[in-house]
Every structure is written in structure tokens, then in C-alpha cells.
Nanobody, 124 residues
């Protein structure tokens, strides 16, 4: 497993942008697929975006396509989530997760390690 720490959350107005970061510890960071999930009050945790170990394969939830971008820097053991054109509906706690599987998955049950989460609040 790896230890994950998210940062970059905060309060932003609708239409604004935020960049979340997730720093990982552990020398095997580069072999993990990484995902961002979010959970709003009273709702289940949902998949937002994921990236495979190589960075060549990405998967986006339909609701964020064209506005969110995931990237990773294996040299820095960090994965990023750039969020643009933010809407109040995306307000949630955002979690970074790591999965040692080869195949990128949207299923949160497949992810082995989780960060503590970072709050993203978009005001109207």
C-alpha cells in the first residue's frame, strides 16, 4: 500500500478553477493506478476520474469530461486533478485512491489505499 495525502481544496466561486494534488509515499508509486473520487453529504462516494500506472490511459465520469483533467508525475509521486468551470453541484469531499491492479477501474472497492480527503466547495 501507499500513503496518500490530498491538498488544494477550498472555496471557489462558480466558474472558477482548483487544482488538487495527491502526494504519495512509497517507492512503488509508479505501478499504481490512481483515482479521484468524491462524496457529497448524504450521497455515496462516486468515481470522478482515474489514470493508469503509465499515464497513458484515463477515465472520466461523464459529468466532468471536458472540465476536469487528471495527470501524474511519477518522479514526484504526485497525481493532480485540474478542475475548471466549476459548478456548485461538484461540492464534495474529494479523495485520492490507489489501486495496484493493471487495469484501470472505476470501482472504489478495487482501490487499496485512500487519502483523508480534501473539501471542495463551489459557491453560486
Amino acid at each position: 500500500q501507499v500513503q496518500l495525502v490530498e491538498s488544494g481544496g477550498g472555496l471557489v466561486q462558480a466558474g472558477g478553477s482548483l487544482r488538487l494534488s495527491c502526494a504519495a509515499s512509497g517507492r512503488t508509486f509508479s505501478i499504481y493506478a490512481l483515482g479521484w473520487f468524491r462524496q457529497a453529504p448524504g450521497k455515496e462516494r462516486e468515481f470522478v476520474v482515474g489514470i493508469d500506472w503509465s499515464g497513458r490511459s484515463r477515465s472520466y465520469a461523464d459529468s466532468v469530461k471536458g472540465r476536469f483533467t487528471i495527470s501524474r508525475d511519477n518522479a514526484k509521486n504526485t497525481v493532480y486533478l485540474q478542475m475548471n468551470s466549476l459548478k456548485p453541484a461538484v461540492t464534495a469531499v474529494y479523495y485520492c485512491a490507489a489501486d495496484a491492479s493493471v487495469v484501470l477501474t472505476t470501482d472504489p472497492e478495487k482501490y487499496d489505499s485512500w487519502g483523508q480527503g480534501t473539501q471542495v466547495t463551489v459557491s453560486s
